[in-house]
């Protein structure tokens, strides 16, 4: 294990650290950093499928990113990094690392087996505080999920649950529906 020292005002450069020597994905989410492994194989799976129904049904000007950072409006040391983004294609040319949660058209995030009801929560807030329009948590533990849209004082206004085998609808610029009909349930934890 590594050692790391953090001045004050410093929160970022501890979780670039942390990621460069650990390959853990760290966060910044209302001040705590959050670390999470890489994700699993059924995990990994999920961003694949939901993806690569997304890909073709985008617009041209909209591209779909994994290991893209967000923003949290002026506030650079409060990050996330979902699972999969949506962003205007302008973003393969930009330098910064961290998006603009006002351009950001869908975001993802597949729960973890580890992950906590507060953890998922937390993310939860973070997303409808920074502003962005359309979260889609997608729950391999219980084979659900939940759509949030139309953020507003730090909460979703519009939340639509469903179980797998259900399509996800999306209003535009996005496709109209999502298959989740081919998502797989994490195993039972031992």
Known sequence: ????TVRPGRLRDAAEEIERSTGLRV???GGTLVMSPTPRGKHAGTVRLLRDQLIPQLPRSLGAYEVS???MPDND???VTPDLVVLPVDWDRDD???ADPRDVAFAMEVISNSEGAGSV???TDWYASAGVAVLLAVDPRKGVWTLY???RDGAYQGILNGEFGEPVPLAAPLPGELSTAELPVYAPRR
């Open 27 to 29: 966060q910044i989410i």
């Open 77 to 79: 040391e409060d990050y």
């Open 121 to 123: 929560a937390t993310k």
């Open 69 to 71: 950072s967000i923003s």
């Open 96 to 98: 910064d690392w961290l």
């Open 149 to 151: 849209t139309h953020p």
């Open 1 to 4: 294990m590594t050692a790391i």
